[in-house]
């Protein structure tokens, strides 16, 4: 009777919940909280509101928060704006790409990575992605032509991207490097920072990212040039009149610069300010747990771990996983992903909104959208093996970034290999029977 007890026990405690069985995780959600707000964010806005709610130029909490990244990234300017998606559009302004220019970026990528260049009539040239989700060097290198003026990199989910070469290509064809590091705020590739290696880079500064200000962006670069054209681009009047020179040859359109105007709120700016003071503990602890994760999750059946060079000190914006279906029978990702859901992995996610821009319609057919695109991009399906296979296997997990937080991150593994295992054991009868239903 006490064997027959025991083995109750056992059955128990192995049956999937999504079958009936009992949940690994009963914590109550969200199992993952960002950005971290405090008194001490609270002060800052509060300090902010009292202080000046709208700022024409660069002073205030705007002076201090772009000298701050200028300084940490040792670059000459820095330029704040609304959000990511108008830094990256700055930075394809100041390049001074238009009608006939060829831009070449990541096929996989969040879209606001390129998207911005429908404003310009330059057409985005897209290249496959390495197994690490980044932009093949290999691939660029395939797509240069005599129209290629850049090419634009996104350091995709905190992992750079192979710089060298992307340097060696881009300055050996004399092409502008533009930098999109929303997702790899302060990581490095051989030591040293995303966003210093191009002529240009940009940055979200929206609620997710690793410095956030709720919403936000900022552009950075070492030339006066760009800058003044950034400026232009989205900060008219005072600003352009304090800091474009006189004897340069643009302050005749400080008034209106080129019409819009895209600056940050005055409050956002403070959060991130506030947000950049714990940036070092924040990335010291989300090592910490990228490490166990990458420990407890790489002998399991059906996961590859994010695949990082040696060269790279990513910053952990999220851990991205791969399936592998293959090891476990053939079960599709949809099944796994809804075992692990039920077993209470509420966090996990299959990003669907950064994925292949040659799934995206605005690929496929802007001339609906932007006349001056009328027969020049069709992108399809099927164009990019390496980019639609990698977004077909993404599971994708927060990197946690406190302490408190290796409970949760030990409940999650405990998931990962109860549903591994369960597959495992069902994958030999799989075998012996034919497929999964
Ligand atoms: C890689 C990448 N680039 C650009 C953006 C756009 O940033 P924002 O949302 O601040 O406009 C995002 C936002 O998610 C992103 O992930």
Request: proline letters at 4%; charged letters at 25%; one cysteine or more.
């Amino acid at each position: 009777m006490f064997k027959l007890y025991k083995l109750w026990g056992v059955f128990k405690v192995n049956e999937l919940a999504i079958n009936g069985g009992e949940k690994t995780i009963n914590v109550p959600g969200p199992h993952f909280v960002w950005a971290e707000i405090t008194e001490k964010t609270e002060k800052a806005v509060l300090k902010q509101l009292h202080e000046s709610i709208s700022i024409y130029d660069k002073s205030g909490i705007i002076e201090k928060l772009e000298n701050r990244f200028s300084k940490y990234h040792k670059l000459k300017h820095s330029v704040l704006f609304n959000s990511g998606t108008s830094a990256i559009h700055a930075m394809f302004i100041a390049a001074g790409l238009g009608k006939g220019d060829e831009i070449i970026c990541p096929a996989y990528t969040f879209h606001a990575t390129i998207s911005p260049i429908f404003f310009t009539g330059a057409v985005p040239v897209l290249a496959d992605c390495l197994d690490s989700g980044n932009i093949n060097p290999e691939e660029i290198k395939k797509k240069i032509t005599s129209k290629t003026k850049a090419i634009i990199v996104t350091h995709m989910w905190g992992n750079p991207c192979e710089m060298n070469e992307i340097c060696k290509i881009a300055k050996g064809n004399n092409l502008l490097l533009l930098e999109d590091c929303s997702h790899a705020h302060f990581a490095k590739f051989e030591g040293k920072l995303v966003g210093t290696f191009g002529d240009m880079s940009a940055y979200s500064l929206q609620g997710q990212k690793t410095l956030t200000g709720g919403e936000g962006g900022i552009f950075m670069t070492n030339l006066d040039k760009f800058y003044y054209k950034s400026l232009l681009f989205g900060h008219y009047n005072k600003r352009c009149k304090t800091e474009i020179p006189k004897n340069y040859s643009l302050p005749k359109f400080s008034v209106t610069g080129m019409g819009l105007k895209l600056r940050i709120h005055p409050l956002a700016a403070a959060i991130a300010n506030e947000q950049f003071d714990k940036m070092k503990d924040v990335i010291k602890n989300r090592k910490i747990i990228a490490e166990k994760l990458i420990n407890g999750l790489k002998n399991l059946p059906g996961i590859k771990i994010p695949k990082i060079s040696k060269k790279s000190n990513p910053t952990w914006y999220a851990f991205m996983m791969q399936y592998n279906s293959s090891e476990l029978g053939g079960l599709p990702i949809e099944k796994f992903y809804e075992a692990l859901i039920a077993e209470g992995c509420i966090e996990l996610d299959r990003p669907g909104s950064t994925r292949p821009l040659n799934l995206h319609e605005l690929f496929q057919n802007p001339s609906d959208l932007f006349s001056n695109y009328s027969g020049k991009l069709n992108y399809k399906k099927g164009d990019f093996p390496n980019a639609e296979k990698f977004h077909s296997n993404s599971l994708k997990l927060p990197v946690w970034h406190k302490k408190e937080d290796l409970k949760l991150v030990n409940l999650y593994l405990k998931a990962f290999k109860k549903v591994t295992n369960y597959y495992s054991q069902k994958c030999k009868e799989v075998l012996r029977n034919g497929k999964y239903e």
